[in-house]
């Protein structure tokens, strides 16, 4: 029982740096946002309206597949199953569109 003691405090402190890594990506974010510097990535994501898409978030976990429906200033409207989902352009790190195989059909698994 004692031995397991070391092994929780280490996975606390791995847990602390981590949640500390992604609020600092997420401080900086939110200051380059002050800039106007994302009208690139809205100018961008304009370019796959009515296309089934995959968008990858900042932090790698976070995947986001369906057709895009509207871009907006900050944010893009994705429908999938009849569902429609908002994602905020300023955590978005990739935009591109489902892969297919060579018969046109969505591939089923995707690795990247």
Not at 1 to 11: A, D, K, Q
Not at 71 to 93: M, P, R, T, W, Y
């Amino acid at each position: 029982m004692g031995s397991y003691i070391p092994l929780f405090i280490l996975f606390i402190i791995v847990f602390v740096l981590l949640r500390q890594k992604r609020l600092a990506v997420v401080k900086k974010i939110i200051k380059n946002r002050k800039k106007g510097d994302r009208t690139e990535m809205i100018e961008l994501a304009k370019r796959f309206i009515g296309k089934e898409c995959l968008i990858y978030a900042f932090d790698g976990g976070h995947q986001f597949e369906g057709v895009i429906k509207e871009v907006s200033d900050g944010a893009v409207l994705l429908e999938k199953d009849g569902q429609v989902e908002a994602i905020n352009l300023d955590f978005v790190i990739r935009i591109r569109e489902f892969p297919k195989n060579k018969k046109g059909k969505k591939k089923s698994v995707v690795i990247d």
